[in-house]
């Protein structure tokens, strides 16, 4: 971020130094650090998982306090660096790891003050997110960032489909509580009704509701039959968005040939296949 | 939809002005409007959903019976006055929209007549669906549309397709009823096995009725291997679709041929396909 | 099928008239049999469904036996008929639907000689398979041929999956009957295990066989994971088929211009889009 | 394998003829050779899956022990001559049929040291993975390797998506243990309650932990609803795939360069792409 900067002012080598092990991954220790990094943070969401199992979390609770403050020390210390080595803190702070990064550590510290148990484990669970850095890893992103793209050209698209789904639920929602309301406690009201309409609808099905009167055994057969062709459409859309993308990428360049004009020729093409002049070497990165 | 006939007689300012508010989005009062009854829509439905649970339904039975009979009264008035606006009432009466605003009304008007509570919910839940007019706000009707166009070009695709998987549930849930029958109480006749069978070949699987003899078993896995193949057909269809839509919006441009002024021209084409006259040189960005 | 003969013979005038009625949907008398006969398999379906539910069966057994006769006796007749009014009536009882008509008349026949009463109901699911019938009824048909090819043309690949998966599940079952054998009742054996494997991989995911060792849920939750993007091979192979097949229907035709022998024209094109030159009347059926 | 170096030494004739008959189809004796072993394969699969149920296991567990020694003499005496009649018998050993090969001999072996009934299934189950040696046989694996070919171009799309799943599968998790935790025994601990989102996200649901709470209730249907759109993403990634694959087969022709010799020609295109000469005229049936 800061680095575009660079221009404008002398750079500090030690802040240099510092970000290039801490922020980059081109490096030997730049890369043991990350590495060692990810160990500590899936080592400490494992240290919450664990604390939340009944029997482990009264046998070792004092190993598990003793791991914890040392995680947050830890994440603490990494954090202040951070600040440190970026030249514009605040950036770095606002953007959506440095939020991470922070939430990382203020839950234990905030337990010291809020002492409820059951504030404890509502804090302890943002730190989760931290696991979330390990994307900053490997060039995974740039596959990554094809799916992010993929979504984002059929955001509008599936949110429309997503309202139409979550309204059709609440009409048979609304529906089975009629239909089975008075002789299934199951279907005691209509949030519940809905909540049985979107595990049905989803294919989810867990069975925790179930229809017993044969008119709502039958609506159900129906919308199970319906959410079987609607399943389709949100496969469809972000399928029709990845062979868009696919194409652009494999297929074709955007050069055209230099004699003739023409266009659409692929990538590894040397000579236009309209004329038979050669091409310009592509670039391709 | 009166506005076609525009030419034909002085437009009344006073309805225009209404209908520029009720009807359209466009004018700030018009969108103010428009998101206001929005929001009272979403809160009568959240009510008739919180009166059906049995708890919250005993201690604020009076508080719901009067914002019901609010609710109403505002989309009585606003019914009124939709009909009052348009040139042509009878013509918006009779609309999808127009139906709808209609039966959000009624229910609580019969519900005096007939005092039968069982009654009363039947007709409560139809006004559910006023949420529909939600859809009228905002562009995101344009990308809905495509999807329903995507759907309307399967359409007869999915209805063949969702008849065979209805026929294959008969046979199916026949030779589970033959298999189970005896042994199983759950498979106790054909239409309880039919409706087993849909709840397996759509992978919903509640586990209300499952199998318990191995020849049971054996078929049930085969049921479900084939539902996974069989699952793969109606969003191949669908996707096939959303791509030859997607393809229509991309693969051709936008050009109208300067001599016959008709579009739709692929990109690698020089003459105009209507015509024979040339084209432009496509311009890609 | 006999009508290719035509030539070589004189038509018998009252064969071609039945044959008109009960083989085509062509004339309006040939359509009204077509429906009154779709009616009466319909209910012939539905009364062996009813009088398979306990209650039913015993208050109205005798009127289910008339029933069940009076269809059997139309179907044996409509049977005789068709063999009668086809030329070649050996080629007709060969056919698909022409055994399916057998077997639609002889279980009732066959109930009179084997007296137990399970071996009725085995015979009678048989008839539900008339039903079938339907397909011949409408132009669905073509649309219907077009899924048929597309998973004819996906068939090697689906298979081959298919095994893959089969494979996979016993694996899956074997490693859980291991995992969870010894403490949980529902894992007793290899073959149970290897249902509940078919039962999570393909999402139905009844629960009636669920793991509860926490390495057997660790499995499961992998097998969960991976069933996700397996789940996405077959639909990715049936959604290829159906967009090549979409492809060749509309977008373009196999004409070359006359001209410059060009191909690669829309349907909708008059003018060869390469040289300019007028294009042959698209031949469309 | 060892075929390459043919003309580097003189074939053995007995190894030649065993080799033909134990590891090549292409003769009728090498075929009869495979579906025997086939038959034999399944055969002890199914022995094992027998044996593992209670009560067969009991009334015949002599006539399993005989079957599974009979069996494993055999897969010896197999690998034995595989290992005879490669003239590399190394390179074999380490292929990854050949360690299957000799996996499916050693657990028998190995009962007689460790005579724990527990290690004796462990080690079995191994044994079916022999199965996998059917693909060997026919064509099928031509397609097969089309499926292979397509996962593996999505190979890193398909991780970071799974990666994304299960961080959101941990967060869920521990948000459904804060708000169900206290009330509901099911969700005791977060990493079950992490197991819960995977069975719901994943669309299996199981319904062996469900939650009670209205909020849990409402987060399980925000969390379905929402794999209901994620669903769409390993589908849309492995169908682009599929289409670029099954492009490649039908959009360019078998044509080779008569100049260059190079392959993979567009059906347009009229001048090789890698050389500039004139092609002939593609050929289209």
């Not at 604390?51 to 791991?67: G, Q, V």
């Not at 809905?194 to 609808?201: D, G, N, P, R, S």
Request: charged share 20%; net charge positive; hydrophobic share 50%.
């Amino acid at each position: 971020m800061a680095t575009k900067k660079k221009s404008q002012f002398k750079p500090d080598p030690k802040k240099e130094w510092l970000h290039e092990i801490i922020f980059e991954a081109d490096t030997r220790i730049g890369r043991i650090f990350d590495i060692v990094l990810l160990i500590i943070i899936a080592a400490s969401v494992i240290v919450v998982a664990l604390e939340s199992m009944e029997n482990l979390h009264i046998r070792f609770s004092k190993l598990f306090l003793i791991l914890e403050w040392t995680f947050t020390i830890i994440f603490t210390l990494e954090y202040a660096l951070r600040l440190y080595c970026v030249y514009e803190p605040w950036k770095y702070a606002k953007s959506f790891f440095g939020i991470i990064d922070l939430l990382a550590t203020l839950p234990t510290y905030l337990s010291l003050v809020f002492t409820g148990s059951h504030y404890f484990l509502v804090i302890r669970v943002l730190r989760l997110m931290r696991i979330f850095r390990i994307f900053k890893l490997g060039h995974f992103m740039k596959e990554g960032f094809i799916i992010v793209e993929a979504l984002k050209a059929s955001r509008i698209k599936i949110t429309v489909f997503l309202i139409f789904v979550i309204l059709m639920t609440i009409i048979i929602g609304s529906l089975m509580y009629l239909l089975e309301g008075g002789q299934n406690p199951s279907f005691s009201s209509i949030p519940r009704s809905v909540y049985w309409a979107i595990v049905t609808l989803t294919t989810v099905g867990y069975g925790d509701i179930t229809p017993v009167t044969p008119l709502g055994q039958l609506l159900s057969a129906v919308v199970m039959i319906m959410g079987y062709a609607i399943l389709a459409v949100p496969t469809g859309i972000v399928s029709a968005e990845f062979i868009q993308k696919n194409k652009k990428v494999y297929s074709t360049n955007t050069q055209a040939c230099r004699f003739c004009g023409r266009e659409g020729h692929d990538n590894n093409a040397q000579y236009c296949k309209f004329c038979g002049n050669i091409l310009n070497e592509p670039e391709v990165d």
